[in-house]
């Protein structure tokens, strides 16, 4: 309203003077006619303005209502990720369990064969027979490493112990820590021991019990040893490593044999 202050005034003086002639006053109105058209177009152009304004506004609001969705969907998806991801993992880990068993099972099946005598060619069961179709086959092994152990595996069944222990010493070469190794250390002593070789077989035995010494295939290769110096005929030592698999592992399979050894040495 200021800038129309003088115009007022001048009004207003030239009314009060008295010496205001008709084409002042129409100059006058028409001056002021411009000025409040020019207000009504700016209050227009305001109006719009804010009108915009308000209409951006409003796509902004709708544009965060939909981020927020999209951002509340990304949640829950995430989250049934992550119920899937936890579920994975633990039938990972019950699959890995089982594994173990089955292996730790396994593996007491064959001690107990080459134990007695059965696990050499000539006395393969019709079992044997599938598990090398098996293997054959790749049912079995799925990793090189899975495939490799199999393979020594399978020659050591089959009685070729030279070949078996090559297999078995690469194996080791290439997978000194795994889950097989300790096995694999086991079965080269072994194919010692079934070709009469009670001194290699001994060194080899050791091997498992200083390689692995977290294993649970340590009482295993004890008895072995205790029966291959037995085989040689050195009842002292063999006496000794019974005795030591009775006192370390006084509750398994290993230690009942080792003292029905004892009875027989005495």
């Known amino acids: ?8 005034l001048l009004v207003c003086f030239i009314l009060t003077t008295g010496c205001a002639t008709t084409k002042d006053l129409q100059r006058a109105q028409g001056d002021l006619d411009k000025k409040i058209l020019s207000l009504k177009e ?26 927020s969705a999209g951002i509340t969907e990304m949640k829950d998806s995430i989250q049934a990720f992550k119920g899937i991801s936890e579920g994975l993992r633990k039938e990972r880990s019950e699959q890995k369990e089982i594994k173990e ?4 099972a396994s593996f007491k099946i064959n ?23 098996a293997t054959k086959n790749g049912i079995k092994g799925k990793t090189d490493k899975e495939s490799m152990y199999a393979s020594a595996y399978e020659s050591f069944k089959e009685g070729k112990y030279e070949k078996a222990r090559g ?5 080791l ?6 889950e097989h190794s300790d096995n694999a250390q086991f079965w080269i002593g072994e194919s010692y021991y079934f070709e009469n070789k009670y001194e290699k077989a001994i060194l080899e ?9 977290n294993g649970n295939k340590i009482p ?17 030592s063999s006496r000794l490593v019974l005795q030591q698999i009775i006192k370390d592992y006084p509750n398994t399979n290993q230690a009942r044999i080792a003292r029905a050894k004892l009875v027989e040495i005495k």
Do not use: C, W
């Open 42 to 67: 700016e209050d227009t152009s305001l109006r719009k303005d804010i009108e915009k304004i308000n209409e951006a506004i409003t796509a902004l609001r709708k544009s965060q209502a939909e981020i």
């Open 220 to 236: 295993y290769a004890l008895l072995k040893q205790g029966l291959s110096f037995l085989n040689l005929g050195d009842k002292s």
């Open 1 to 8: 309203m200021k800038q129309y202050t003088p115009l007022l």
């Open 111 to 133: 001690f107990i064969e080459n134990f007695l005598g059965i696990g050499k060619k000539e006395n393969h069961s019709e079992s044997d027979k599938i598990g090398r179709f």
């Open 205 to 213: 035995y050791e091997k498992v019990i200083k390689n692995f010494p």
């Open 101 to 104: 068993k089955l292996d730790n």
């Open 173 to 178: 070469k290439q997978y000194p820590n795994t």
């Open 167 to 171: 297999e078995f010493q690469i194996f």
